[in-house]
Structure formats: structure tokens, C-alpha cells
């Protein structure tokens, strides 16, 4: 499942594979009735509250021991049908609990939405260890696969990444300024830079124009103090959108499909943008660039 093109439907799919799951457990046990959930075998075994010899007081701690998958699946099914649609409405980014000063997650959100953490951590952690790049060796001309970077420097002191930019070999010693688009993840860089600015967005989902236009100005600013790194989960959707307003913005390129096409394509060749992000930075383009040209 591609990062940038329809991610939604990645938590379509874990819903409507939780809810298989659900669907299965409710009807798996040997006699056919299932777990029960909801049913007479639970409200047979809540009646049964005292160890009258006969294993009462089993029967009811297995029942509810029963219960947790199939009410995990549930709950699973419904959450990441939510978010789903919370992505296509671009809406609830703040749902997760992510703080936005410090960047951090806070333990209840792990803990009350862990259906949706850990199939993202997992998710993401396999695909920064799969993902490679086509890559020409410039002494054989031979074409080879590489690893794609955990960030690469686009245009000097300006780098787009993912999630695991603390990753980088060598190690920046301190960046001028972060810009984190995550809503998904802890930000791990944010002892090593001297300015932060968290503008959470769904995977896929580009800033608006005035959310732009305020990262472009924090990045500028940023850069006169050192090396800025702009990141989403992968470095390759949100982060490319909010790097074109930037290169954009600091003058080394006119208009963002120029910044795309030759300031950040070249040199990070996973980028990628969708329709609504091209959109978003026409808009931003519009507004914020030619008409104050034309002012």
C-alpha cells in the first residue's frame, strides 16, 4: 500500500479484516454458539456468581476471557474505520492526543487507540526496511537497488525524511528547525534542533494553503540557524508538499512545480505528490506568491 495514493484504504482494510475476525471468533466455538458476546451464554454465566463446587465461578472468569478477542476485533473494526473516515473528511487530526509543543504521544493515546498504533508503528517500521530506490552506479552504469535514505538533503541545509530521521548516518548535531507533519508519531529528533513546529496531518493529506504558507515562513526563519528537516512518516507525500512552499519561499526556485521537479525529485526520487497536495500548493501558490507579486 502506497504511502501517498489512497493510504485510507489501509485502515479500510484493517477494519474489514478486524471484523472478519470478529465474525469468526463469534461463531468458532466447538458447540456453534460461539463466544457468546452479548448472548445467553454470558448472561447464563454472569448468573452463576458464586463457586458452588461445580466450577461456577470458573465458568464465568473463562467467559469473560472468551469475550476480549472478539471485543478487541470490535473495537478494532470500528476505530480504524473511523480514522479511515477521517482521512477522506480531513478531519480529527488532533484525535490522536499528540502534543504539539513537546511532540510526543502521550501513554493513554497507546493505550486507548492501540489498535490503530501498532499496526502504523508496524507498518512503518517494515517499510522503511524494505523500501528501495533504482539507483544507476555511476562508474559501472549498471542499475541497482539502494535503501532509501531516512531523510535526504534536497537542496543544501534543506532535508526531507520520515519518521526515523534520528537515523541518519552521520548524525546532524543540532538542526536549525524540525517540521513534523506526523500525527502518528513521537517526534525523535526534538532535543536536536532549536526550533520545533508540529502541523499534524493524515498520511496523505496535505496542509491547506495558510497551513503552507505558516510552515514555508517557519522554515525560512529556521534555516538561518542551521540545517531544517521536514518529515512526515515516510518522506515522501506530506513532507515533499510543505518542502516545494519552502524552497519556494527561502527564493531558490519561482514556482513549487519547478521546487518538485528540479529541487526535490532529483535528489529524493520517492517523492511523490497526489492530487490534493497539487492542489493545496496551487492554491498556496496563488495566493501567497503571485498575488503578492501582483500587489
Not at 480529527?92 to 497507546?110: A, E, H
Not at 559501472?140 to 535514505?149: D, E
Not at 510552515?215 to 507525500?237: I, K, N, P, S, Y
Request: charged share 20%; hydrophobic share 40%.
Amino acid at each position: 500500500m502506497g504511502t501517498v495514493h489512497g493510504v485510507y484504504l489501509k485502515y479500510v482494510g484493517l477494519s474489514a479484516l478486524s471484523f472478519a475476525g470478529y465474525s469468526l471468533l463469534q461463531t468458532s466455538a466447538p458447540d456453534g454458539s460461539g463466544v457468546g458476546v452479548g448472548g445467553s451464554v454470558v448472561v447464563r454465566s454472569l448468573l452463576v456468581s458464586e463457586d458452588d463446587g461445580s466450577g461456577g465461578t470458573n465458568n464465568v472468569l473463562w467467559t469473560f476471557a472468551k469475550m476480549i478477542p472478539p471485543l478487541v476485533m470490535g473495537y478494532s473494526t470500528v476505530l480504524n474505520g473511523t480514522i479511515a473516515v477521517l482521512f477522506k473528511l480531513e478531519w480529527g487530526m488532533g484525535l490522536i492526543g499528540k502534543d504539539k509543543g513537546t511532540g510526543q504521544i502521550p501513554m493513554w493515546s497507546y493505550v486507548a487507540f492501540f489498535p490503530f498504533h501498532i499496526p502504523t508503528i508496524l507498518y512503518t517500521r517494515i517499510h522503511k526496511g524494505i523500501s528501495r530506490v533504482k539507483m544507476v552506479d555511476p562508474k559501472t552504469g549498471t542499475l541497482r537497488y539502494q535503501k532509501v535514505p531516512v531523510a535526504s538533503e534536497v537542496q543544501k541545509g534543506w532535508w526531507v525524511g520520515g519518521s526515523h530521521a534520528d537515523e541518519l548516518k552521520p548524525p546532524m548535531k543540532e538542526w536549525g528547525g524540525i517540521i513534523d507533519l506526523t500525527v502518528e508519531f513521537p517526534e525523535s529528533c526534538r532535543r536536536n534542533t532549536k526550533h520545533y513546529l508540529s502541523a499534524p496531518t493524515w498520511d496523505g493529506v496535505p496542509l491547506g494553503p495558510a497551513e503552507l504558507e505558516a510552515a514555508a515562513t517557519f522554515g525560512v526563519q529556521a534555516r538561518q540557524e542551521g540545517d531544517v528537516l521536514v518529515h512526515c512518516a515516510h518522506g515522501r507525500g506530506r513532507s515533499t508538499t510543505v518542502m516545494c512552499a519552502c524552497l519556494v519561499k527561502a527564493g531558490l526556485f519561482s514556482h513549487w512545480e519547478e521546487a518538485f521537479d528540479k529541487g526535490i525529485k532529483p535528489y529524493r526520487s520517492v517523492c511523490k505528490l497526489n492530487q490534493r497536495m497539487r492542489e493545496n500548493l496551487q492554491a498556496w501558490q496563488t495566493q501567497y506568491v503571485d498575488g503578492k507579486k501582483a500587489t
